[in-house]
């Protein structure tokens, strides 16, 4: 199984600043097929980014999504108030499928 | 636009069998284009996978629920299930229905407790 550890924990920052999260897997990721998904408290996850850095439909590009192998990170250029949230990275190249623990995004 | 809602007892007894089912709608469960899955989140944690099922009729469980894990499909009624057995206090989750990486449901909380 690919483990994800993702990076910081949490992350304190200001709407403004630019805010980078990392995940970095067990092995190297088939193919590049990571996502970034967003939560907010009582919902869903959403999806952000597929296939490493490919913007999901609606979502601004102010986040942008790189990586390859096994170091993948999410950036959000700007933070707005609507951005802080639990982030997870998922790798969907290597049955079973995996999460990272998350990253808390807070003011 | 593809929609899933989960649906279940919220309350589930230590050894018994969880068993939720997920409605989906904007389309059809015998799609090629799509995957069946559930996973969940223990309240507080991160999201664990459970298992897929395509159209075809082929699963694919996480090994370690395997052996308690069963997808279906009811193509009658648009629907696919979850059931595992003999449950415990660590099987407390929120439970998600999801197809491909995009769409999810809202999700469904099932307490294992006597």
């Known amino acids: 199984e690919i483990v994800l550890t993702q990076s910081p924990g949490t992350l304190s920052l200001s709407p403004g600043e630019r805010a980078t999260l990392s995940c970095r897997a067990s092995?190297?990721?088939?193919?590049?097929?990571l996502a970034w998904y967003q939560q907010k408290p009582g919902q869903a996850p959403r999806l952000l980014i597929y296939?490493?850095?490919t913007r999901a439909t609606g979502i601004p590009d102010r986040l942008s999504g790189s990586g390859s192998g096994t170091d993948f990170t999410l950036t959000i250029s700007r933070l707005e108030p609507d951005d802080f949230a639990v982030y997870y990275c998922h790798q969907y190249g290597t049955s079973p499928r995996t999460f990272g623990q998350g990253t808390r995004v807070e003011i | 636009q593809l929609q899933l809602q989960e649906s279940g007892p919220g309350l589930v007894k230590p050894s018994e069998t969880l068993s939720l089912t997920c409605t989906v709608s904007?389309?059809?469960?015998?799609?090629?284009?799509?995957?069946w899955a559930w996973i969940r989140q223990p309240p507080g944690k991160g999201l664990e996978w459970i298992g897929r099922m395509f159209y075809s009729g082929s699963t694919y469980y996480n090994p370690s629920l395997k052996s308690r894990v069963t997808i279906s499909v009811d193509t009658s009624k648009n629907q696919f299930s979850l059931k595992l057995s003999s449950v415990t206090a660590a099987d407390t989750a929120v439970y998600y229905c999801a197809s491909n990486l995009l769409y999810w449901g809202r999700g469904a909380l099932v307490t294992v407790s006597s």
């Open positions: 092995q190297s990721v088939s193919s590049s097929y």
């Open positions: 904007g389309g059809s469960i015998s799609s090629s284009s799509h995957y």
């Open positions: 296939d490493a850095s």
